[in-house]
């Protein structure tokens, strides 16, 4: 910006708005080079995964290592009626524990009839039945939270243009475009949260701009615990927390400001850890009539 005369804070903007659009046309590149030719097919106890232009891979996923699965409704799917279902999985034939795409793109609808056909424990309710949500007092918590974290964002933006030569402060101010796409993550995060035990499974949804719902049979959570911050605690709120045997990006469900006599009697629900949670089971018919 010191070589460069003239560019100002329009200067900047256009040139981030440039860089943004070419990264956004790079990752549409590589999702078409890496989903490409998708196939899912289920064989005998054994799911197979097969994807790729360029670098063909394949992927064999035993059933009965499967933790959970969820569906995940990305805040550009999620108009569109569209999800990416992904699953979690424990550790086998020297493999760590992992998580992965189990189908990258398909009709939000479709996804309980197709997860029933490939891993019929995990299929959750069609529909779903109504879930157990926060308390209408945790409504200021869902929204107040992104409030706080913009105002900290667009300070920092201003002490930031602030420092930089030709541009005025005020373009710091910008940051404000982002506060109503803040508050509808908070709005969604407080109507879409919930939970619902149904047939010896626990079905979480965490709210937001990307809303997760996850399917995870109880003898799969390895922990469960509630937390409270001292002022949560003052509102009778708290958090449920619960982890899968796994390392992917799904493996912990985290159930916000929920009344804390609800989370407390859902971790209780849930029984402790299995001793042995982790044997695998023979086949996926046996999993379907344990629960049923």
Do not use: K
């Given at each position: 910006m010191?070589?460069a ?6 200067g900047?903007?256009a ?9 956004w046309?790079?990752?549409?590149a ?27 891979q394949r ?22 009626g569209?999800a990416e279902?992904?699953?979690e999985?424990?550790g086998w ?7 992965g ?10 996804a309980p ?5 490939a ?5 959750p309710?069609?529909?779903l039945p109504?879930l157990?949500?926060?308390p ?23 002490v930031v ?6 541009v ?15 508050l509808l ?9 919930g ?6 499974r626990?079905?979480?949804r965490e709210?937001g701009l ?8 109880l003898?799969?959570l390895?922990e469960r615990?509630?937390r409270?911050?001292?002022f949560a605690?003052?509102?009778?709120l708290a ?8 390392r992917g ?5 985290a ?7 609800a ?17 695998p089971l023979?086949?996926?018919a046996t ?6």
């Amino acid at each position: 910006m010191d070589v460069a005369p003239g560019l100002g804070g329009r200067g900047l903007a256009a040139a981030l708005l440039a860089a943004a659009v070419v990264a956004w046309l790079l990752a549409i590149a590589g999702a078409v080079l890496t989903w490409s030719g998708f196939e899912l097919r289920r064989d005998g106890d054994r799911l197979l995964v097969q994807h790729g232009l360029l670098d063909r891979q394949r992927r064999s996923i035993p059933i009965d290592r499967l933790q959970g699965v969820s569906v995940r409704e990305g805040p550009l799917r999620r108009p569109f009626g569209l999800a990416e279902l992904r699953f979690e999985s424990a550790g086998w034939g020297g493999r760590a524990a992992e998580g992965g795409v189990l189908f990258p793109l398909l009709p939000t609808a479709a996804a309980p009839a197709l997860i029933a056909a490939a891993a019929p424990i995990f299929a959750p309710p069609d529909p779903l039945p109504p879930l157990t949500g926060p308390p209408p007092r945790a409504r200021s918590r869902y929204l107040g939270q992104p409030l706080r974290d913009g105002a900290a964002a667009v300070a920092l933006g201003i002490v930031v243009a602030g420092l930089l030569p030709g541009v005025a402060w005020w373009w710091g101010l910008a940051l404000t475009v982002f506060a109503p796409l803040a508050l509808l993550d908070g709005a969604l995060g407080y109507r879409d949260t919930g939970w619902l035990l149904d047939r010896g499974r626990l079905i979480a949804r965490e709210g937001g701009l990307t809303r997760r719902t996850t399917v995870a049979p109880l003898r799969r959570l390895q922990e469960r615990e509630v937390r409270q911050t001292l002022f949560a605690r003052r509102a009778g709120l708290a958090t449920f927390v619960a982890r899968l045997a796994s390392r992917g990006a799904g493996s912990v469900v985290a159930l916000r400001h929920l009344d804390a006599a609800a989370a407390q009697a859902l971790a209780e629900n849930l029984g402790p850890p299995a001793a042995g949670a982790s044997a695998p089971l023979r086949e996926s018919a046996t999993i379907a009539r344990e629960y049923t």
